[in-house]
């Protein structure tokens, strides 16, 4: 059964570095997403990316953050100079038009 | 604004007895689809089970089915015969016909299922 794999697991970062978490969505899906759980709390929306450009973004997604389909298969969220409070599990998604399958999320955590 | 709303943050149940998770949702979209996702501890979010709105039949999934009341704008999921590996957070989410990347999520229901 095709998924959404997420690389790495878990990563460990510090203060002030960027990081990339890399994401391959299913392959005829045309819509991809990035959301940010952080610990204890709810699933929040971060982007969502189609047709090779960003469709919508939240507020959180300000200009720490970038995203990219490099190569017409991975699909990467970009997190510059990061902060302690980006801790948290990021999950990617993708989808065909509204049914998302999720990735299993990189823990992310900035020491 | 779209807003989803899981009044229930803990739920317990025990093994083999049927549970109910409430989730009530308000939007201004015509069309929308509703979905169940479970996230076990390991932290993955699992589909459970989807309904479109524009149909009035509810969904049914195996153990799993929800009760979907439009005019109330309320969407529950019962779960029947529970079992061990249904304990996790559950959480309601709606997204839009129109703009497949404005979902928005509940903020959770964790059901522990007792031996």
């Known amino acids: 059964e095709p998924e959404v794999t997420q690389t790495p697991s878990h990563q460990v970062t510090q203060m002030g570095q960027e990081v990339i978490l890399r994401c391959v969505p299913i392959s005829n899906h045309l819509y991809f997403y990035w959301y940010r759980q952080i610990l204890g709390q709810k699933v929040e929306f971060l982007v969502s990316?189609?047709?090779?450009?960003?469709?919508?973004k939240s507020e959180i997604f300000d200009d720490q953050f970038s995203v990219e389909r490099p190569d017409g298969s991975n699909f990467t969220l970009k997190i510059r100079s990061t902060k302690l409070e980006d801790s948290a599990m990021y999950f990617c998604?993708?989808?065909?038009?509204?049914?998302?399958?999720f990735g299993q999320g990189t823990r992310l955590t900035v020491v | 604004a779209q807003t989803v709303t899981q009044s229930q943050p803990e739920m317990s149940v025990q093994e083999a007895e049927t549970v109910t998770l409430s989730c009530t949702y308000d939007t201004s979209e015509n069309n929308y689809y509703l979905f169940w996702y479970k996230q076990p501890p390991s932290r993955q979010m699992i589909l459970v089970i989807r309904q479109e709105a524009y149909k009035q039949q509810n969904a049914t999934e195996n153990r799993f089915s929800v009760n979907f009341q439009k005019a109330a704008k309320s969407f529950s999921l019962k779960i029947s015969d529970s079992q061990l590996g249904d304990t996790a957070m559950y959480f309601c989410a709606l997204i839009p016909d129109t703009n497949a990347g404005k979902s928005t999520f509940g903020d959770g229901t964790t059901l522990t299922v007792k031996p």
């Open positions: 990316f189609y047709n090779n450009e960003i469709s919508e």
């Open positions: 998604a993708s989808s065909e038009r509204t049914e998302a399958f």
